[in-house]
């Protein structure tokens, strides 16, 4: 796959209900990466995996949040009773993960438009 | 304090002039900056890497490190209305990484 790819594209959800987003990541890169964008804001960490353990999940906003991710490559990001406050752009990417700083170049899925009415 | 902090604009400059975008980080230990363009509507778009001091140069764009002054800059030579979008600057320290919120910049015609 020549890049980070994510679905759906947009989702319109009814308060209460859980969405699942999902994110696949460049072809070798073990590093994956969530981040929530609201309208007019910057970029907001939501976890990050290395592999398919997530040493850091300090970002995500409450337990109704919750992700995995398997084989060290897809992941899904998933939201319990979904709040209108959680309608957001959710951006995933990923980069190589290694040691050396070239390497943490993290490069962008085109992001799910999450609605939640 | 903010990890990473940047001029939120938004920040016009005339067709063909330069535009300046600075980023400060709050981390000593810094060791990879990025510059990021996103456009009104799509996902940030890696544009500038940068990982020691000095400058780095990629066509129309600079980019420029002071890590004793914990600072990052982008230059835009030759803007063009096309460059008109929000830049976000990024910071790793080890595998944290750190974005700024961003500067609007529009290229006037």
């Known amino acids: 796959g020549a890049g980070v790819s994510q679905s759906p594209s947009n989702k319109v959800t009814e308060k209460g209900k859980d969405v699942e987003l999902r994110c696949d990541p460049i072809s070798g890169h073990t590093a994956l990466y969530w981040y929530r964008q609201s309208l007019g804001q910057g970029l907001e960490f939501l976890i990050y995996?290395?592999?398919?353990?997530?040493?850091?999940k300090s970002g995500l906003p409450s337990d109704r949040f919750s992700a995995e991710r398997t084989g060290g490559s897809v992941s899904t990001l998933t939201i319990q009773r979904t709040q209108q406050e959680d309608s957001a752009v959710y951006l995933c990417?990923?980069?190589?993960?290694?040691?050396?700083?070239?390497?943490?170049?993290?490069?962008f899925g085109p992001g799910t438009r999450l609605t939640v009415l | 304090q903010k990890e990473v902090e940047q001029n939120s604009g938004p920040l016009s400059v005339p067709e063909g002039a330069i535009a300046s975008l600075n980023c400060t980080y709050s981390d000593r230990g810094s060791q990879s900056f990025f510059w990021y363009r996103q456009y009104s509507g799509k996902s940030p778009e890696l544009i500038m890497s940068?990982?020691?001091?000095g400058d780095k140069e990629d066509g129309r764009f600079t980019a420029q490190l002071n890590k004793a002054s914990q600072y990052v800059s982008l230059l835009i030579r030759d803007s063009q209305p096309s460059d008109s979008a929000t830049y976000l600057c990024a910071v790793t320290t080890g595998n944290q990484f750190y974005f700024g919120t961003g500067t609007s910049l529009t290229v006037i015609p």
């Open positions: 995996f290395q592999g398919n353990s997530a040493p850091d």
């Open positions: 990417a990923s980069s190589w993960g290694l040691a050396a700083p070239s390497y943490n170049e993290q490069f």
């Open positions: 940068i990982y020691s001091n």
